[in-house]
């Protein structure tokens, strides 16, 4: 490990409980700061409701830490958005927020739309299908930017459980994580080998930064971030909250291998652009149609998908001298 990376390690982790309340309360007072709690979901009605409860519960009606709760229908079949407007979020369909602006699929695609869709200076992310949510994520990772001006990212870490059929496995999810995104960016950007959850989908930022960056519109959207925020802020202005457990709904290996191309198409794009790669003559773009296998009675079946990454450009480039509509939402 670098000797920077070493350091910052122990000037910026800290745990959940270092960041009580009563603590947030007073320094979100002090900053004059509004708070904006937002959910990527795309068919979560198992646990879309159960986080919004408890972020409403927790920390809008019993203190007012979140002024804006937002829950973003990545183009779901189920009943998500029912669910989430029903445990008291704000509910917007992604082709809902600007219109005129065609949607793409993609978790990243709901997060960039997400802030032309909230006023909150403070932007915090929760992935939709987290199984016994606790509001202490939303706290834990506020608390390092409502206590320092000089930090602009905040990434929750913590303990990945497998779930294998009825069996909890203590640890072992986070495949794409351990087996792609941290050799690539310990391999490449070794100031970021500090982070425990480099693809962890809770974090939250300033707005300020949020809109200075470009969103890869799927799965590389965090790797992205953490790349682009370095380049930005520097590895000072980033820091880590420890959240205890996450226990979520785990893809296929079929749908991971997908992610971990996106993810590595992002990097190689990025090495692209700080000049680290220097194309031959004959420069041959990446092949983005995937073949993946499976059993059929005949044998092995190719099925090919297309993992082309669409990145959007930083909302503030679009948002420059446009009057928004701010959507009506459905739900409270
Ligand atoms: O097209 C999509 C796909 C996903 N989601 C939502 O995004 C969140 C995370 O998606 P998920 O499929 O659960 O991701 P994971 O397999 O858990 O992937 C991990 O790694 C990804 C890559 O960094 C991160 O985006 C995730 O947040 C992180 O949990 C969930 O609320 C999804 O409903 C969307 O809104 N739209
Ligand atoms: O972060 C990751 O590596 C992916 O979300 C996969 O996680 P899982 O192995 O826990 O499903």
Known sequence: MLEEV????????????????????????????RISVVLPALDEEETVGAIVAAVREDLMEAVPLVDELLVVDSGSADRTAENAAAAG???????????????????????????????????????????????TVVTGVL????????IHLVKAMYDRPLVAGSA????????????????????????????????GGEYAARRSLLER????????????MLIDTLALVGLDGMAQVDVGVRLHHHQDDAGLGRMASE?????????????????????????????????????FAPRSTDVTVVERPPMRTLLRGQELARPQASGA
Request: hydrophobic share 45%.
């Open 6 to 33: 070493e350091r910052w390690l122990t000037a910026r982790s800290s745990k959940a409980s270092d960041w009580p309340l009563a603590r947030l309360l007073d320094a979100k007072r002090a900053a004059g700061a």
């Open 89 to 135: 979020a704000k509910v917007l369909h992604r082709d809902e927020i600007l219109p005129a602006v065609p949607s793409v699929r993609g978790k990243g695609e709901v997060l960039w739309r997400s802030l032309a869709a909230t006023t909150g200076d403070l932007v915090c992310f929760v992935d939709a299908d987290l199984k016994a949510f606790s509001s």
């Open 143 to 150: 608390g390092p930017l409502l206590s320092d001006p000089d």
């Open 168 to 199: 909890v496995l203590p640890a072992g999810g986070g495949r794409v994580t351990e087996l792609v995104a941290r050799p690539i960016l310990n391999l490449h950007w070794p100031l970021l080998a500090g982070f425990v959850q480099p693809l």
């Open 213 to 224: 960056l470009p969103f890869p519109t799927g799965y590389g959207v965090e790797t992205a």
């Open 263 to 299: 993810i590595m198409q992002v990097a190689w794009e990025r090495l692209h652009r700080e000049g680290r790669i220097v194309p031959g003559e004959e420069a041959v773009e990446p092949h983005t149609l995937m073949t993946q296998f499976h059993r059929e009675a005949e044998g």
